[in-house]
């Protein structure tokens, strides 16, 4: 069998069962956990990522006459090996010198034996993606710094050979970052995570050229800040490319999951306060985005395709930087608190899910989630020391914030008004500059309610596989949750979430948010119905009661629908209570929809429609425009 040759799960034999595999754990050597020492977090922390590692070893491959997938962790999800699984080492390693249990170290040795089929054979010490050998290996930065955690922390639980091995394996892999990595190489989190790396493997391998490189990449981080708000601009190609609104590439998920991380923590190894300081304003901006129940607000940003509600797919968590800066900001202590409860709620059979609905509507987690994410609890566990104020005492901004705030590097708005939380985005940044994929065209990205968390969250236009390796495909048919007016002209798709040039104003009178849109109708290609595809939208705020509007600006009738894809789950009870009227019983209230004209379902084979953006299931609700109607108004309120 060829080394990298895909096979299919029926090849790989029985899974976990495995007997001590080259070390055996030393008593006096591994550290264990003492719950009475441990924080609410901590515990919180330490409790979820031993749920991770023991779902993750009941997946691992256990069939030593087939070498490409013995000791792998495989993706009943995909179907596949995820090349990056070897990330899982670190956490592994991390549960073996917590509990002293034998099977994890036994596990992170077979993972580490398995990851030579993801080492790219050009000789230049680097890792691949996939276990195609052209896949591409800029992830190498992301498990050269997981190994290095790993040996840094807990190598002592090797032997002395196996541990230079290892090291050996690690210094090819860092040594690639320095020779390949610049400040032009792919997107922003590659290189900002690069400062990370490089600087904590110069200190482990006393390479000064590597902590040298660093400070180089180091000193350019301001020039990639947005002004007021200082969120990280750059993931895109080129990364710096403005779109014709003059705006630059921004991805909430990736850098608060990615590229803060790094950032932070050369900070605080480097002791450098000025960058702290101006690290501090950067989170601050971020942490805007951050949803009252812990969720991460990407709904716009460049790789929406990866949103997950609690972050992104591939990314590795928020923890680390909001946790180690909560001394500096206790709400970032709140918020790495939140998001660790997210991520435990989205846990399914042990895996995390890349949303809220995978457990209701039967999808299967992909592996990567979890290998991912547990890296980042166990950096957090093993840095318990430096940690601060990380519990829920002040409370994150969008929790308490009243009126709206506009970002003018993003073109989008955050709303707040007693209960409700709103998102309206007008960014008009294409990712990999196809088509609009994530919310524009003054959309109503994100709605929420404190009584019954998310109503609407913006998925993709279309779903597109832009990473295929990186992402799951859709369980059934493929439906927008954006809210949108639409059209079809000739079986073409018409709708203002492809209108890049839609104008938002709003006015805040009278205790009454107004969100007020003049979008055309456009087609993936951006091509506009002109005058005839004219519309006005409002979204209007209260205490008590959010309102939907849609005016037709022409009197022609075209067959126009406001598409409302409201968030519920397989199992919430749905009674129309009239031909205007519908409502959606939830754990925390009911949410009561009205209209004026009569509200239709979609018809799809289950009750529910799931989208993989951001792992969410919508009762896809249409109001058409009857005849002689030009304005379709939907009110929503909870009881």
Request: proline residues 4%; aromatic residues 10%.
């Amino acid at each position: 069998m060829k080394r990298r040759s895909f096979v299919h799960l029926s090849a790989i034999g029985s899974l976990g069962l495995m007997l001590p595999y080259g070390c055996i754990l030393d008593s006096s050597k591994h550290k264990v956990m003492n719950s009475k020492d441990m924080t609410a977090f901590q515990k919180q922390s330490f409790n979820l990522l031993k749920t991770w590692c023991d779902a993750m070893i009941r997946a691992q491959v256990n069939n030593p006459s087939n070498p490409v997938l013995d000791g792998t962790l495989y993706c009943h999800a995909c179907d596949t090996v995820h090349g990056r699984a070897n990330d899982a080492i670190y956490p592994l390693m991390y549960m073996a010198d917590a509990t002293g249990d034998q099977k994890y170290l036994d596990a992170a040795i077979k993972l580490m034996d398995w990851s030579k089929n993801v080492d790219k054979p050009d000789g230049s010490g680097s890792w691949t993606n996939d276990l195609n050998p052209k896949s591409w290996n800029g992830i190498t930065v992301f498990t050269a710094i997981a190994l290095g955690e790993a040996l840094h922390h807990h190598g002592h639980l090797l032997t002395k050979e196996m541990k230079e091995k290892w090291e050996a394996r690690l210094k090819a892999g860092i040594d690639f970052v320095y020779r390949k990595f610049d400040m032009h190489f792919s997107h922003i989190n590659y290189r900002f995570t690069a400062i990370y790396a490089l600087r904590f493997l110069g200190d482990y391998f006393n390479e000064e050229k590597y902590i040298a490189r660093s400070k180089e990449f180091a000193a350019l981080i301001p020039k990639y800040l947005t002004e007021p708000n200082k969120l990280i601009f750059g993931e895109d190609k080129p990364d710096n490319e403005k779109s014709a609104k003059g705006l630059y590439p921004v991805d909430i998920g990736y850098n608060v999951e990615e590229t803060l991380n790094g950032l932070v923590q050369y900070a605080i190894i480097e002791q450098d306060e000025e960058l702290l300081k101006l690290l501090t304003e950067s989170m601050n901006g971020h942490l805007e985005f951050m949803l009252p129940d812990g969720a991460w607000d990407n709904s716009f940003g460049t790789r929406q395709n990866k949103w997950t509600y609690w972050g992104s797919r591939t990314t590795d968590g928020c923890q680390p930087a909001f946790a180690l800066m909560a001394n500096r900001n206790p709400a970032f202590g709140t918020a790495a608190v939140l998001n660790t409860e997210l991520l435990e709620r989205c846990t399914v059979n042990g895996l995390l899910a890349g949303g809220v609905h995978y457990k209701s509507y039967g999808v299967k987690p992909c592996m990567h989630h979890t290998f991912s994410h547990a890296k980042n609890l166990a950096f957090v566990l093993d840095n318990t020391d430096k940690l601060q104020n990380v519990d829920k005492e002040k409370p994150i901004p969008r929790a308490v914030k009243d009126g709206v705030k506009h970002f003018p590097e993003l073109d989008v708005w955050l709303g707040a008004r007693g209960p409700w939380k709103s998102t309206v985005s007008s960014y008009d940044q294409i990712w990999k500059k196809k088509y609009s994929v994530a919310a524009t065209g003054g959309s109503l990205a994100v709605l929420w309610h404190k009584k019954v968390g998310p109503l609407f969250t913006a998925s993709m236009a279309e779903y597109m596989l832009v990473e295929p390796n990186n992402q799951q495909q859709q369980p059934e048919e493929d439906f927008c949750l954006t809210p949108r007016v639409e059209r079809f002209v000739n079986d073409v798709w018409y709708t203002n979430i492809h209108d890049l040039k839609a104008i938002v104003k709003n006015t805040d009178e009278n205790g009454i948010i107004n969100f007020e849109v003049l979008a055309t109708l456009t087609n993936r290609e951006k091509e506009t119905l002109g005058t005839s595809g004219g519309f006005k939208l409002n979204y209007l705020f209260d205490k008590e009661i959010t309102t939907i509007k849609a005016l037709r600006t022409t009197s022609e009738e075209n067959g126009d629908t406001l598409v409302l894809p409201i968030i519920s789950s397989t199992g919430e009870k749905v009674v129309q209570t009239s031909e205007n009227s519908i409502e959606i019983h939830k754990d925390g209230g009911v949410v009561v929809m009205e209209s004026n004209v009569p509200i239709t379902l979609k018809v799809s084979e289950k009750e529910r429609i799931f989208n993989q953006v951001p792992g969410m299931e919508v009762l896809p609700i249409l109001l058409g425009f009857p005849k002689g109607v030009i304005n379709v108004n939907c009110t929503i309120t909870i009881i």
